[in-house]
C-alpha cells in the first residue's frame, strides 16, 4: 500500500478557492479519490480519478466546483476547490485503491489506504 499525506487545508470565505494536495509515497495505485467527513455526517466521496487513463468522476454535490489532478512528476494528486459553500466544512483525505471491478468508484470500502486528513473550513 502506498503511503499518501494531505496538505493544503484551511479556512477559507465561501465563493473562495483551496488547493488540497496528495503526496504519493511507494507504488503508483490504480484509483485516487478524495473524501471528506463533516462532523456527524458519513464520510463522502467528492472525487476520483483513474490515474492511468486519467478519467474522473464527481458527485453532483462538487461538479463544476472540485477538480481532481494527477502530476507524475510530484507523485502528488491535487484536489482544486472553487465556489466553496460553507457545506463544504469538512476533514478531507485522499485515499488509493488498486485495480478492481468497480470502476470509478466512490464507495470507501475499495480503498485500502488512506491519508491522515486535512481540514477545511468554509465560514465567513
Known amino acids: 500500500q502506498p503511503l499518501l499525506a494531505e496538505s493544503g487545508g484551511g479556512c477559507v470565505q465561501p465563493g473562495g478557492s483551496l488547493n488540497l494536495s496528495c503526496v504519493l509515497s511507494?507504488?503508483?495505485?490504480?484509483?485516487m479519490a478524495w473524501f471528506r467527513q463533516a462532523p456527524g455526517k458519513e464520510r463522502e466521496g467528492v472525487a476520483v480519478?483513474?490515474?492511468?487513463?486519467?478519467?474522473?468522476y464527481y458527485p453532483d454535490s462538487v461538479k463544476g466546483r472540485f477538480t481532481i489532478s494527477l502530476d507524475n512528476a510530484k507523485n502528488t494528486v491535487y484536489l482544486q476547490m472553487s465556489g466553496v459553500k460553507p457545506e463544504d466544512t469538512a476533514v478531507y483525505y485522499c485515499a488509493s485503491a488498486p485495480s478492481h471491478g468497480y470502476g470509478l468508484s466512490l464507495e470507501s470500502s475499495v480503498y485500502n489506504a488512506w491519508g491522515q486528513g486535512t481540514q477545511v473550513t468554509v465560514s465567513s
Open positions: 480519478l483513474h490515474t492511468g487513463l486519467s478519467h474522473t
Open positions: 511507494g507504488y503508483r495505485p490504480t484509483y
